[in-house]
């Protein structure tokens, strides 16, 4: 069973891709996540131990890591983890490496802006044809939308309960 694990850091190579002879897209990156801690006697916050992992991904997900992630851009990688220990000669080390299942910007640091994919046609190598799609998206989704059926008016509640007293929402929010 392997170890699933979400870590969070910085990209810190630029994302490699290479497409294997059998058409499967791989993207490939190395991640520093460095530990802060804070120092009394300097009064301010220091980098600590820094752990070093290669990323890898792929099909779809490769390809899109391709065209989102970029050398120094803060990121939240999950995925299952594997530790190898290698040799080369007289050298041995250990390799700490994440399968990544999904990756995306960590959002502590910045903001981002998300496009959906939609593959045009299928493409055993992992979606490099596809086209972008971005826009808003519907104010309600009905079961008609998500494919559950339809969705009469008469369905949905005219008021959902304890509600009554509320203010709406917009004018509870801080900003």
């Known amino acids: 069973m392997p ?60 390809v899109n890591i391709l065209s989102s992630l970029s050398l120094g851009q803060r990121v939240v990688v999950s995925g299952r983890l ?30 981002s802006s998300f496009t959906k994919v939609i593959p045009s046609t299928p493409n055993p190598g992992g979606g490099a044809e596809g086209e972008s799609v971005s826009g808003s998206f519907p104010e309600r989704l009905d079961d008609a939308a998500i494919g559950g059926g339809s969705a009469d008016a008469g369905d949905e509640p005219s008021e959902l309960p304890g509600s009554g007293d509320r203010e709406p929402a917009e004018e509870l929010l801080p900003f």
Do not use: C, M
């Open 3 to 62: 170890d699933l694990i979400t870590i969070t850091g910085t990209v810190a190579t630029p994302p490699r891709h290479i497409v294997t002879s059998g058409g499967l897209d791989i993207a490939s990156f190395r991640l520093a996540s460095s530990q802060r801690r804070y120092d009394k006697t300097l009064g301010k916050w220091v980098d600590a131990d820094t752990n070093w992992y290669s990323v890898s991904a792929f099909r779809h997900l490769a």
């Open 82 to 111: 594997r530790v190898r220990h290698w040799e080369s000669g007289e050298k041995t080390g250990i390799a700490v490496e994440l399968e990544a299942d999904a990756v995306g910007h960590d959002l502590s640091w910045g903001t």
